[in-house]
């Protein structure tokens, strides 16, 4: 089962998020036609920096640059008052970067081909954020878990020994915390800090975020997030290869509702 086809979804999501901001159309519906509603989308357009730290002897660390692009449907939290002081927060996403290596490959080829190593990255993820907690007018404080499946790719290397379907991410389900803070009148405009580490899983990873409103009732938010992945080994066509933890950040900009 190839994968590819998934590249297309966040671009289709976000295409759709962003219209759904401005505008609203009404249609006449029939008995069997479903409605999604814009205000369940959430998107995000940013810059990312992928390093895998030095894993060989004869190699340096590879580092990326990459565009990254993501989706998040709101589900369980789109039907509860976000307004209660108990609030459960959640999104189903898709996630994904692709760019460029930037650093240098080796001089002689790596894969078994005939060609010298390549310079094309990218990553992608799926998963879940599930957050449960307590929030008020002035403040918030949610803790969760964040089920994920994610793979990685630069040059010759990925972060499996598959070449398709679904085997090739890696599963991970850290625990996180969330914390919001709305220092001006508007009950939307809050900055949130969530944290994140696994300690079971099939690949460990931890990170943290920060969402920074631009304006009151915008509902754009600028953010930074650090990502730690342990994929423990990555592999050279089907060689796996002693690896240490692969770095990501992430920077740009998350439009659609915080709730």
């Known amino acids: 089962m190839s994968f590819k086809w998934i590249f297309l979804v966040p671009i289709l999501f976000w295409s759709m998020g962003s219209s759904g901001q401005k505008s609203v159309t009404v249609y006449k519906l029939g008995p069997n036609d479903l409605v999604l509603d814009a205000r369940m989308i959430r998107g995000q357009f940013g810059y990312a920096w992928d390093k895998i730290p030095n894993f060989l002897d004869s190699a340096e660390s590879r580092t990326a640059q990459l565009v990254e692009l993501k989706c998040e449907f709101r589900m369980i939290s789109s039907a509860m008052d976000k307004y ?12 994904m970067a692709i760019g460029k290596m930037t650093s240098n ?12 190593e390549g310079k094309f990255a990218v990553s992608f993820n799926w ?20 089920p994920q499946w994610s793979m990685l790719s630069m040059g010759d290397f990925s972060s499996d020994a598959t070449s398709g379907g679904l085997d090739v991410f890696s599963l991970s389900y850290p625990l996180a915390a969330r914390a919001e803070w709305r220092p001006f009148s508007h009950f939307e405009y809050r ?10 899983g099939g690949a460990s990873w931890s990170g943290c975020r920060i969402e920074i409103p631009t304006f009151p009732q915008s509902r754009y938010w600028l953010f930074a997030e650090y990502n730690l992945y342990d994929y423990q080994y990555l592999y050279l066509s089907t060689e796996p290869v002693k690896s240490d933890r692969t770095q990501i950040f992430t920077a740009g900009i998350r439009f659609g509702s915080i709730f």
Not at 84 to 95: C, S
Not at 106 to 114: D, L, T
């Open 105 to 116: 490959g080796f001089g002689e080829p790596v894969a078994k081909s005939e060609d010298s």
């Open 127 to 146: 998963g879940y954020d599930f957050f449960m907690g307590y929030r008020n007018r002035h403040w918030g404080l949610l803790a969760g878990i964040r």
């Open 191 to 200: 900055i949130i800090a969530t944290a994140w580490s696994s300690l079971i």
């Open 84 to 95: 209660m002081n108990f609030v459960v927060h959640d999104a189903l996403y898709t996630d």
